[in-house]
């Protein structure tokens, strides 16, 4: 799981400086893998309760956000602290990797959330 989080975060990092972001570029990365990663969660939260019918309780919005901060600040120990963005960035080895699964990740989970609430949408109105 951490070589695929380097992975993403070498190819973002990649990615900011191409379009022209390279003074927060290493900042970016893990925004945007806590974003995706988000979408993931949520879908499967929709999932559990499509085909279980748990009924989670009303979530505090505060609660959603500590969830959100401590992914963002565990990706930041993970990544940036110490400067071991540094060691990410200069291996050779994830920069010959090939560049589709860092396309295919938030295209995926993009896909899947939006999936996810046309099926609760047709749920609620009884065609599922």
């Known amino acids: 799981m951490i070589n695929l989080i380097k992975y993403l975060y070498n190819k973002y990092y990649y990615f900011q400086i191409k379009v022209g972001?390279?003074?927060i570029a290493k900042y970016t990365p893990i925004l945007m893998i806590t974003l995706f990663l988000n979408l993931y969660?949520?879908?499967f939260?929709?999932?559990l309760n499509f085909l279980f019918e748990i009924s989670f309780p009303e979530i505090?919005?505060?609660?959603?956000?500590?969830?959100?901060?401590?992914?963002?600040?565990l990706l930041y120990i993970l990544l940036i602290y110490d400067a071991k963005f540094k060691k990410i960035i200069d291996n050779d080895e994830i920069k010959k990797r090939s560049?589709?699964?860092s396309i295919l990740f938030p295209i995926i989970g993009?896909?899947?959330f939006n999936l996810g609430?046309?099926?609760k949408m047709l749920q609620n109105?009884?065609?599922?």
């Open 99 to 101: 560049n589709m699964f």
């Open 117 to 119: 609430w046309i099926i």
């Open 41 to 43: 969660f949520v879908f």
């Open 21 to 23: 972001n390279r003074d």
């Open 60 to 73: 505090p919005k505060v609660t959603y956000f500590i969830g959100f901060f401590s992914v963002l600040f």
């Open 110 to 112: 993009f896909i899947l």
């Open 125 to 128: 109105q009884g065609r599922l």
């Open 45 to 47: 939260l929709m999932l």
